[in-house]
């Protein structure tokens, strides 16, 4: 019975059922280059462990998005700082760092410019800031992001 509504869905709606097969390839091949590239993510609870460890919270979103809530403690970033990290978070060479986005996203390619410049603890915060706010954790509001 499911499977004949299937087959009906599909027959009707061509185009929602590639796109849907498409986005679903595409998450896939993202998590799979991810995960081969040895990029460790960490759920919201371990990242509040490795914080109360002195790990420091990288937050990547937008100023204004950044002033809306973001984890507390968190350094907002922009892409030219993570290039230039190094520079910027030599003292925090040694430490965990947690990369956050909205949903983790862009977080993997910021963590591989950071490994590259030499912070081997670097790492994602999975599900980004919709995770952490999906388990009701506290958020911060502080505009500029200064820790």
């Known amino acids: 019975m499911f499977t004949d509504h299937l087959a009906q869905y599909s027959d009707q709606h061509p185009l929602l059922v590639w796109g849907t ?6 998450a896939i091949v993202v998590e ?13 609870q371990e990242a509040i462990l490795l ?5 420091l919270a990288i937050d990547l979103r ?13 350094r907002r970033m922009d892409g030219e700082q993570i290039l230039k990290a190094g520079e910027l978070l030599k003292k925090h060479q040694s430490k965990s760092l947690i990369v956050c986005c909205n949903t983790g996203s862009l977080a993997a390619a910021a ?4 490994r590259e410049q030499g912070f081997a603890q670097a790492v994602t915060l999975r599900g980004g ?3 952490w706010r999906a388990e009701q954790l506290p958020v911060e509001k502080r505009p500029g992001g200064a820790p």
């Open 129 to 131: 800031l919709s995770a």
């Open 21 to 26: 097969a498409a986005v679903a390839v595409i």
């Open 111 to 114: 963590v591989r410019q950071l």
């Open 62 to 74: 937008s100023a204004s998005e950044f002033a809306d809530g973001h984890v507390p403690g968190a």
């Open 51 to 55: 914080m109360n460890r002195g790990a």
């Open 32 to 44: 799979i280059r991810a995960r081969s590239e040895g990029f460790a993510s960490v759920s919201p």
